[in-house]
């Protein structure tokens, strides 16, 4: 009814090309930015804020990431959470080193450090391919996690081994520690995550991106294209790991507020983030964000909602009553669409095209 | 100069100099080799017959051996446990097929990779809220199996020999036996080697699919069964176990997915390996290498043979 775009004529070809062709979209993307940027810091509490909200953002920029390697490029990696690590630590290093420059700076910058690692770690990606790949890219993990404990001088020779977070500000206004409040570290958050998805957005729909998928459908086929095979899967895990680098030190800054990092960044945030992505849907930037609320959410929705509806429960039961409903939500989503929540998200829109006249 | 000395001879000095201590190395190398092929043979089972990485055979060792422990614990007679628990994993088995596999047939790989990742969630959940969180310890004296050690002298040495370790690798090596001549001779075997051969023509020629998965699922659960008795046996079973498992993956990638002398081979150069180079250079690097060893070991192995040492040729077409 009121979502089609009859009457909207494109005449150039850069409107054609358009990320969002329909003006209602636009419209959409406004509403959604408007209210993640006002109505949201205006009536969401500071619990909402900092176990919803926050690590929502941090989720949905590490699925990113992992979405253009597995999603776009076909590379599965099972490193997501060590290449995080090496974005905290490179962030914490530089942020010690350079106290007088300020952190959105380095936060941003870690992600190239965490992309130096990704490249090495990709090398692999040329010879190696399907599950194969995915259990060489664990090397990365549990090495990287090694070098967290074993490498003193990565948490400054700390006693307690862990990263603390002192006050940082910007323009007067602490963003990361202690004093920094909720909403101040949710704006930081959201502006990094807005800008990083407008940046891979236009990657995965130029020539970079097609060169991705044209690897991912088939890579000898690229290959015989012209595509350097070497160049694109590097670029993939480079760009990838640069993503997860900021999410890293998003998570350990703005979110964790410093803590024992080597333990934040294990096999089961890796995991976590994998399911993000194929839960959201492969290759969708947007389904990386369903993704990253479906999985990140759930377990909070799960331990207070539940005790909120009446349903009485002891610590240990929930944790074990999440683990099985987390399970067996995971199959239940593969099973009614295994191509993601983004796909339903496509449907609905295509049914809300036809919307009230189907036929 | 130093370091290059301590890194490249010196470790090659300590081994010849203490030739017992080097065999004791390689003995533990090979018995954790073993486990660890054990838990990579559910794997192969598994990813030859229907194609899919199950993630969840490290939690079935983990799961299969808790449910024996539970059923000794209810009084029954070692015998009856067995069976009882062989009756869980079936039923496991069957649900699995019934309820993740039969709608998810034809999917890509990754979503049923995911779905075993499903699967391992529910088992966690299950499996902690049955049998509780803590350590459990398999009864060994009622399956008669030894307890105790014996020496062997050695190149002017003696080697230490745990009872349980032999134990385990003739259980390893006869059921390695069992699966072979179930393979080759029976004509299920032979049903199971053709769906891994070809899902298709298997169908065409009259083979059931669902039953041949409920078959392989449940020879996975065996396998599962006796690692989780091998290695309570050892110390205890516990979910600390799933990341012990996790060391099957470059077991699976050095040997080949689809090979079950791969699986065993690449189990005993993993375990080998990896003692070796925690025990002789280890200590240059901290300690703790065995976590990541592993991997590169087969890593470097996989720079040459991408498709693992005995896995299937990868042969590429357009």
């Known amino acids: ?359 | 100069m130093h370091a290059l000395y301590m890194v490249l001879i010196d470790p090659f000095v300590q081994m010849v100099s203490a030739p017992d201590l080097f065999v004791q190395t390689i003995w533990e190398g090979l018995v954790a080799g073993v486990l660890y092929a054990l838990i990579a043979l559910g794997f192969v089972l598994i990813f030859k017959a229907s194609g899919v990485f199950n993630f969840a055979q490290g939690m079935m060792v983990v799961f299969a051996g808790l449910t024996l422990i539970a059923f000794q614990d209810m009084g029954l007679p070692a015998i009856a446990a067995l069976a009882a628990s062989l009756a869980v994993m079936y039923l496991l088995a069957l649900s699995i097929e019934r309820v993740v596999l039969r709608p998810l047939v034809n999917q890509p790989d990754i979503i049923l990779f995911m779905a075993t990742f499903g699967i391992t969630y529910i088992l966690i959940g299950f499996g902690e809220m049955i049998f509780g969180g803590e350590p459990r310890e398999v009864n060994t004296k009622a399956f008669f199996l030894p307890q105790g050690s014996f020496e062997i002298p050695i190149l002017g040495g003696f080697v230490q020999i745990q009872k349980i370790d032999v134990a385990a690798a003739v259980i390893a090596a006869l059921m390695i036996a069992a699966l072979g001549f179930f393979f080759q001779k029976t004509r299920i075997g032979r049903a199971l080697r053709a769906v891994a051969d070809s899902h298709k023509a298997a169908l065409s020629v009259g083979i059931s699919l669902n039953q041949i998965w409920v078959i392989v699922w449940f020879a996975a659960g065996i396998v599962a069964l006796v690692a989780g008795i091998m290695w309570g046996a050892r110390s205890n079973v516990s979910f600390a176990l799933q990341v012990v498992a996790l060391k099957a993956l470059p077991v699976l990638i050095l040997g080949g997915f689809t090979s079950i002398p791969g699986a065993i081979i690449g189990g005993l150069i993993i375990g080998v390996g990896e003692k070796l180079g925690e025990f002789y250079w280890g200590p240059l690097m901290g300690g703790g290498i065995e976590s990541w060893l592993a991997y590169f070991i087969a890593l470097g192995f996989l720079l040459f043979r991408p498709q693992g040492l005995f896995g299937d040729k990868i042969i590429e077409r357009i």
């Open chain 1, 1 to 359: 009814m009121f979502y089609r775009e009859a009457g909207q004529f494109k005449t150039t070809y850069p409107s054609d090309m358009a990320i969002f062709p329909i003006a209602q979209d636009r419209i959409g993307i406004g509403i959604i930015l408007a209210m993640a940027f006002i109505f949201i810091p205006l009536f969401a509490s500071d619990f909402i804020m900092s176990s919803v909200m926050i690590p929502f953002l941090v989720f949905s920029l590490a699925a990113i990431g992992l979405n253009i390697l597995t999603g776009y490029t076909g590379l599965i990696s099972l490193g997501t959470g060590a290449f995080m690590g090496v974005g905290a630590y490179a962030c914490y290093k530089l942020m010690t080193i350079f106290p007088g420059v300020n952190i959105i700076v380095w936060i941003v910058t870690a992600g190239f450090f965490s992309a130096a690692v990704g490249i090495l770690f990709g090398i692999p990606s040329l010879r190696i391919k399907g599950f194969y790949l995915a259990v060489a890219t664990l090397a990365a993990q549990f090495f990287l996690q090694w070098c967290f404990v074993r490498i003193p001088w990565l948490y400054n020779y700390n006693a307690s081994g862990a990263i603390e977070v002192g006050t940082r500000t910007l323009f007067g206004i602490p963003i990361v520690g202690p004093n920094a409040t909720p909403e101040a570290r949710y704006y930081v958050l959201l502006c990094i995550v807005v800008v990083l998805t407008w940046i891979a957005s236009n990657l995965v729909h130029g020539r970079i991106g097609r060169s991705w998928m044209a690897v991912r459908d088939m890579d000898i086929a690229a290959e015989l294209m012209g595509i350097k095979l070497l160049d694109t899967k590097l670029l993939a895990f480079a760009v990838s790991s640069f993503y997860a680098g900021v999410a890293g030190a998003c998570m350990m800054f703005l979110w964790y507020g410093g803590g024992e990092a080597s333990d934040a960044f294990n096999i089961n945030q890796s995991f976590l983030i994998l399911f993000m992505v194929i839960i959201g849907g492969l290759g969708s930037l947007i389904g990386s964000f369903f993704g990253a609320a479906f999985i990140s959410i759930l377990p909070t929705i799960l331990k207070f909602g539940l005790p909120a509806i009446g349903v009485p429960l002891s610590g240990a039961t929930a944790e074990h009553l999440i683990h099985i409903t987390v399970g067996g939500l995971i199959i239940f989503f593969l099973i009614v669409e295994p191509h993601g929540l983004a796909r339903l998200w496509q449907i609905g829109k295509q049914k809300l095209r036809m919307w009230p006249f189907p036929y």
